[in-house]
């Protein structure tokens, strides 16, 4: 028997339709990427949302075909996620920061037909446009009087085309579960693989963000994404700020500290979003204008990667603000937990909450978590026993555009992480390293982040980096890769036996190497995989 | 082009899993039928709703039966909510106030093939029981010891029931469309609707009423629905609460305002939703000991009829709660809109603000509202035109069970609330009559209601109805039916005086006439079906 409710279908273009009609007069403010600070309304932006999609219709673009952008967070970028999505094609949003080779390999992967680019980044496409195979051409996201000389094909100026549409359009009634966006994750191995997001799991993913136990957006917010709208939709708080009409800032491309601070200061910020360099940068910032503080702030949400527990506490302590700690993936678009405090935590001391707030946090509603062994098997949920992560739910790949990586799912739909976790009898959730990187020794499983975080604590060392390497009794043991500070000096026993006081006796390293430098990939992840490919045969005292 | 993401359902059992899963510790607070308090936790009534589960399973109930529930908020009921909507049957909530041919009328049309019943209710549903013609068996909502003696034929107590049964239930993995619950209206004219609920609708009413912008429940909330659960599923608290693990308190059967007020101290109740009504029991109480306060209480819920603005400010200034203003229908699952400030509002002067919080509020995300005038058209959202109002969005009805009433759409979805109310530019929705009530005099539209609370004012007047009667020039003019104040005295000419200093002088009623008593429905709202029939040959002086 059905139930008798009406099936209306969960459009992404409802979003901007509500923040038109019940918050058009609120304003959406833009550092461009000309320079000036921009500043208009949700009612503005959906008539120029609309004049984008009439743009794109005269470009003979139907539903489905992707459409890439190649831009930093602005009111524009903002106008083409509902343009583009709103008319049925696919957002595809690229990371500019990815090396040429991979940027060519994603748009021509994704059959991009058009690219809006920043300025920023028309000197990168024109050095790839001949390879990128698909593309029909080139929009340039400025105004006449900033359109540069360019040898892209059939470079168009973004103001002057959609200047010329009608802001009238009838956004289709599509099927829920069609392709909206398209974002490609930037693995440590292989090449980058598409995540396809439905307009379904963008609308319930939005209510998510807008829940007090999500990130609890709201009207009353003047919310600024710093973290890239070509990362997994800026974590979801572009569609999500349009669900409740919040105020918007765009920092555009000004992603240093004193930047940030101008727009946090000018505009009333309240809550904010970035990985954990962008707010090194801000602090940093701050403790030199000692003067500098965050009255307006109240929330700011670190993701990407962990939170120093540093970090963390200069927030909180330092400036008031309460930190969310949150994880995710692109594959989970993206958001999996958010660190919110439970009713029991309330009045605890201080020291008490900071040992919940350095975890990840507790799975959103939607989002299905567990922690398995290497055979399956699930683990205990007593904030000890550690596996790898599995995850479910609506707003979850369940596979990657055209196939790549084959089936990704087990035979009850649970998604492989690729990262190691404990979770807590409360439900938080604390990674503790990725999967093909934690040690395996003798049945044992050792954190390979553990040991890094414990090595930089000693203070000649600038970076560490830990693997594993065969061993002919323990299969593996870790082994330390360490880049001294400049000047300083430490000697390998010295190492060792600090860490023998930081770690349990078995977890120790059995040999440090010293080094210049270690690899990175193009978002500065450490490329443990080209690590384990140059030790593979190295030989251990201990062997 | 189809997104990759998981196709996972929106059932009702994911929300219980999760209150199990991620809020187990969390208290649910009855104030019990048999009278002593009871406490326990969401991974208890997940193990008894479970258990539910089994008993009915072990009675023969397949998805999409009908089980019919009498009975007050309490953890019981809470158990029936998950466990039978959860193992695929259909709650069938009746409100044991319609009279016994309603409930009648509404068990034989459901089909209900078990009722749940609370003690209260025994010897009612007794009185009726030879009518019911699908009920196979009763199950008495209590424990051996305080089971009655009971001619309901194939009676079994529940505690018992249930005690036989394994908490191990795997869930059906439903359609998220399937019906999951079944609400009647009871109208003023003809016999009650059933709105059939969905997993699906029930899933995203929840994430609404979690928004900030919604009701803004979380896990920090201690929430009591003082309304009832058989009063569309007590406004979509029961599932929203599991959905964010919010601590609950349960009335049972005391609405009184000394009842209530024991709970909302005792149990530290954060927010807590009821009809006027039941509120002014509680004003009325504190007020009379006036040591009394309402310390731990941020919000309250005020919605089933309009909260008179005495009623907020004596919320907001005596006792620092806040007001949300609430509207919504059986048939919308019930939430439309809630009167939760702008952004905008804040810090603005009380007068302003309180000019807002008296109408009904602003729609929430998923609810499309318009207002049009007879022929259909759209009018303006200038807070003054009125008509009728429309809704359209995915928790409202499609049509009522077993297609009684015919068609309820349009061509576009719109279903027509039976409504007449104004938009204002900020959103704001304001119910100025029910649209048969609403006075046609000469093309203009009178509100019955505003002229009704007009009278009520004159200190004379207990009770006041006004309908329209016809007229040969104007079509219709209004007539004011008045109930005196017991030994209080006014003349016709007097209250008519007084009409015409409050509204505009072609609005004052033609006549007025004095009666000893006015009609009502069961629910207490004034039938003016049956006075209109009354007075449908009255000749009005003017005429």
Known sequence: MRGLMQDRPLLISSLIEYANQYHGDVELVSRSVEGPIHRYTYADAYKR??????????????EGDRIGTLAWNTYRHFELYYGISGMGAVLHTINPRLFPDQITYIA????DRFIFTDLTFVPLLEQIADKLTSVEGYVVMTDEANMPETSLPNAVCYETLIGKQSADF???????SAASSLCYTSGTTGNPKGVMYSHRSTVLHSFAVCTIDGIGMSSHEVVMPVVPMFHANAWGTIYAAAMCGAKMVFPGAGMDGPSIYQLLDEEKVSLTLAVPTVWLGLLQHLRAESNKKLPYMQRVVI????????????????????????????????????????????????DEQIAVKVKQGRALYGVDLKIVDDDGNELPRDGVAFGRLLVRGPWITNGYFKGEGGDVLDADSWFDTGDVATLDPDGYMQITDRSKDVIKSGGEWISSIDLENDAVGHPAVQEAAVIGVAHPKWDERPLL????????????????????????????????VFVDELPHTATGKLLKTKLRDEYEGYRLPTA
């Open 481 to 512: 890769l360490v880049i001294k500070q400049d000047g300083a000096d430490v000697s390998k026993e010295e190492l060792l036996e600090y860490m023998a006081g930081k770690v349990a006796k078995w977890q120790v390293p059995d040999d440090v």
């Open 170 to 176: 009838d956004w289709p009634k599509l099927d829920e």
């Open 108 to 111: 021509n992967h994704a059959e």
């Open 49 to 62: 949302s609309k004049q984008v999609a009439n743009a794109l219709a005269g470009f003979g673009v139907r």
């Open 303 to 350: 993701g990407g990667s962990a939170a120093p527990q540093s970090m963390i506490e200069a927030f909180e302590k330092d400036y008031d603000v309460q930190v969310i700690h949150a994880w995710g993936m692109t594959e989970m678009s993206p958001l999996g937990t958010t660190g919110n405090m439970r009713a029991k935590h309330a009045g605890r001391p201080y």
